[in-house]
């Protein structure tokens, strides 16, 4: 059976291990805090349940898939593993760090992913022994539903792993696609710059965030407005995802707009502190 291990047990750690675990993966899903574990296991819990309700998935199905799926606290675990997907905060040297360490603990012929959503993959890959085994997978959110998966070649990533990572990606029923290590890479890139944009017609005075969501999802056919999404992936998120780019690509069309940059200091990041743009 194939092994994987995901390091993070958050939003999207949390739902990359219920879509490896539910296309017949071992999975050990990692994370340092005990209560993050507990938690991300009871989502993927109710998200198979949800599925079982749609009609996706058999009555016994959630069972044999969470029996699939193990817990550790440290990043030593993912040993033995022959894929692991980093899934911690948008931090660069937190992940410096979590592949320093996987690098020296997993097998020599483990494949490293980063689902990082704008820090560059080759300098990620620097950090260990094998840069040519390091790419990026970028998943999207909520992971069990969405169907993108952004898969991201560093400098030195081999055209094997690369190859391999394509089918996964593929395995898991996802469609991914093969972008090359820019910060922000596609999905993001063009993404920010219009949340941004949005933000300062609010800061701006142009329209309230309800009036410039209702232009875009009546006008443009969004599923959801720009600022209710960039609630939904937090605030912070979305600052530090900006900062990359404007910082990576030395473009003032990146600059962060200010209102952003205060109701992020000021603690409002969206829908995990029920309040940003919009009350929870």
Not at 162 to 184: C, F, M, N, Q, W
Request: net charge negative; with cysteine.
């Amino acid at each position: 059976m194939n092994k994987a291990a995901v390091v993070g047990a958050g939003t999207m750690g949390n739902g990359i291990a219920h879509v490896f675990a539910q296309h017949g993966w071992e999975v050990t899903l990692i994370d340092v805090s005990r209560a993050a574990l507990d938690k991300g296991l009871a989502t993927i819990r109710a998200n198979l349940e949800r599925q079982v309700k749609k009609g996706v998935l058999s009555a016994e199905a959630p069972a044999e898939i969470l029996g699939r799926i193990h817990t550790a606290p440290e990043v030593e675990a993912a040993a033995g593993a022959e894929f692991v997907v980093e899934a911690a905060s948008e931090n660069p040297d937190l992940k410096f760090e979590l592949f320093r360490r996987l690098d020296s603990s997993c097998g020599s012929g483990t494949i490293l992913a980063s689902n990082t959503s704008s820090i560059s993959i080759t300098a990620i890959a620097a950090q260990t022994r094998c840069p040519e085994q390091v790419i990026g997978m970028h998943f999207m959110n909520p992971v069990p539903v969405m169907q993108l998966v952004e898969v991201i070649r560093g400098q030195a990533t081999g055209d094997a792993t690369t190859a391999r990572t394509l089918e996964i990606a593929r395995s898991l029923g996802k469609t991914p696609v093969e972008v090359h290590d820019y910060p922000g890479f596609v999905a993001n890139r063009v993404l920010l710059p219009m949340i941004n944009e949005a933000i300062f017609a609010v800061m701006e005075g142009v329209a309230t965030p309800e009036a410039v969501d209702t232009v875009m999802k009546l006008g443009m056919a969004h599923p959801m407005g720009p600022l209710a999404l960039a609630d939904f992936i937090g605030l912070d998120v979305c600052l530090a995802i900006l900062e990359v780019m404007h910082q990576g690509l030395g473009d003032p069309k990146y600059r962060p707009c200010p209102l952003l940059k205060r109701m992020v200091a000021a603690g409002q990041l969206g829908r995990k502190t029920g309040r940003g743009f919009y009350a929870y």
